[in-house]
């Protein structure tokens, strides 16, 4: 469990808050680059760490997180003009690019003044850029602003990526720790019985001659091995697999709130996420599917439009169909016959139990275990890290950009075999590290 202090230190990120200043020293995913499909569109509302901003996509594409108000009288650029470099404010016409400075001071009559106004008067903006999908911002200090970390999905051809978003409505750090507590897959997403389909899409290697329903379903106490890397924690779950097997589970979590999820086999596909504050009591979760080896085919993005894995059915709004409010879609009959929740979807039915859990965890009143190691060790390091920001001292993980190009992944291996070994036969090496792509075909 945690002291009440300390859940308020990990689960508060608005502005000057210790945990909000760590958020804001690393590039946060803000908006999917489809939420700005054109030049020169309409300008979309967002909020980040507490912090009301503006997105819009410029003449030559480049997009812009501004602050909402035009320093003129106030005016809100939601409602401005976004034309020809820059948005206009539709009030006074005043006009800023996407760096901020100003373009256009209509008011004033043309001379020394209005050039000197034009020089010095400026639109709060945050650096921005487009990987792997997604529209990044960097929201902290410009003169500690670090190098863009190298997620293995942000370097592949588009045709190879698949990413989405959902609202999660409750704090951003319980839907991690939902993310990095892989022991509930025995659980949470297991049918009722083998012939059940309802967690293939995560779990069920049948089709390739391995079994990890059963695995799953035989052993709930998974043995977890949980090692530093220079971005963060790897987290092996082990599990009694066929006689002197181990099945691994083996999952990635990024600082300071990326975890990547432990079911792909060579050659599947791999998952990951991100979850970004709005406020204390909700965030948006970041999703991204890649397959390094090829490009995902049409039937692999209708699924997971259509709502698949770590891929939520939204609507326009990028709201879950099935949510707080209608409880989730529960089915009680299903429940009984065929899953342990009665719920549709495995992004659902993780954040029905993660919102269940208040709006703000209250981790004063856990009773914590051996499978809940990798929350523990997430907690300390997140801590730690907020903490020492405090005392003047920058996260490690920035300085180690190439340290994010890791990967999660499944593995069965004889039982004597510890988790380095197993690391460096699945992957190559004892961290998950993926190699460059040099080439790549889209």
């Given at each position: 469990m945690?002291?009440?202090?300390d859940?308020?230190l ?5 502005q ?11 590039w ?6 489809a939420e700005l499909?054109?030049?020169?569109g309409?300008?979309v509302?967002?909020?980040v ?7 819009f996509?410029s ?6 997180i ?15 003009r ?13 006009k ?24 010095t ?9 487009e ?5 990044w ?31 999660q409505q ?12 892989t ?20 779990l ?10 059963r ?10 091995t949980i090692d530093?890397?220079?971005?963060g924690l ?7 697999g066929d006689?002197?097997?181990t099945y ?12 990547l ?17 709005i406020?204390?009591t ?10 390094p ?5 049409e ?7 259509a ?10 709004r990028?709201i879950?169909?099935?949510r ?6 529960i ?10 929740t ?38 300390r390091?997140i801590l730690?890290a907020?903490?020492a ?6 996260p ?9 190009r ?20 699945r ?8 190699a ?7």
């Open positions: 945690l002291t009440e202090a859940n308020i990990l689960t508060r990120t608005g000057k808050t210790p945990m909000g200043d760590l958020f804001r020293r690393f946060q995913p803000v908006l999917l680059s499909p054109e030049p020169d309409p300008p509302r967002l909020t760490l507490g912090e009301d901003l503006r997105a996509r003449t030559d594409g480049t997009v812009g501004v602050s909402p108000r035009c320093p003129h009288r106030g005016a809100d650029l939601f409602f401005g976004n034309e020809e470099g820059g948005i206009r404010c539709a009030y006074h016409g005043w800023f690019a996407v760096d901020g400075h100003c373009l256009a001071l209509p008011t004033m009559d043309p001379g020394p003044a209005r050039m000197r106004a034009e020089g008067i400026r639109l709060l903006t945050y650096p921005a850029r990987a792997g999908g997604f529209v911002a960097y929201l902290g200090p410009q003169a500690h602003r670090p190098p863009f970390p190298e997620f293995e999905f942000t370097a592949l051809p588009a045709a190879h990526v698949f990413v989405s978003k959902k609202l409750c704090n951003w750090a319980q839907a991690c720790e939902g993310g990095l507590d022991a509930h897959f025995s659980f949470l997403h297991m049918a009722i019985s083998d012939a059940d389909a309802v967690t293939a899409d995560l069920t290697k049948v089709s390739s001659g391995i079994d990890t329903v695995w799953m379903r035989n052993d709930g106490a998974p043995r977890f530093a890397h220079p971005a790897v987290l092996g779950a082990a599990r009694r006689p002197d097997e691994w589970r083996i999952s990635q979590f990024l600082m300071p709130n990326h975890g999820t432990p079911n792909a086999f060579p050659g599947e596909i791999y998952h990951g996420q991100c979850w970004v504050p406020g204390d909700s965030c948006w979760i970041y999703n991204y599917t890649w397959n080896d090829r490009p995902l085919t039937a692999e993005r209708a699924r997971f439009s709502g698949s894995g770590i891929h939520a059915q939204v609507d326009a990028y879950p169909l099935r707080r409010e209608n409880d989730y879609l089915d009680r009959t299903k429940q009984k016959t065929e899953s342990f009665g719920i549709e979807g495995v992004s659902e039915q993780d954040a029905c139990i993660q919102d269940s859990q208040g709006f703000i965890a209250d981790r004063t009143a856990e009773h914590l275990g051996p499978t809940d190691m990798g929350v523990i060790r997430f907690r390091l730690d907020a903490r920001l405090t005392q003047g001292e920058p490690a993980a920035l300085a180690h950009p190439r340290a994010y890791v990967r999660g992944g499944g593995a069965v291996a004889p039982s004597a075999m510890g988790f380095g070994e197993v690391m460096r036969s992957f190559g090496n004892e961290h998950g590290l993926a460059p792509h040099t080439t790549a075909t889209a």
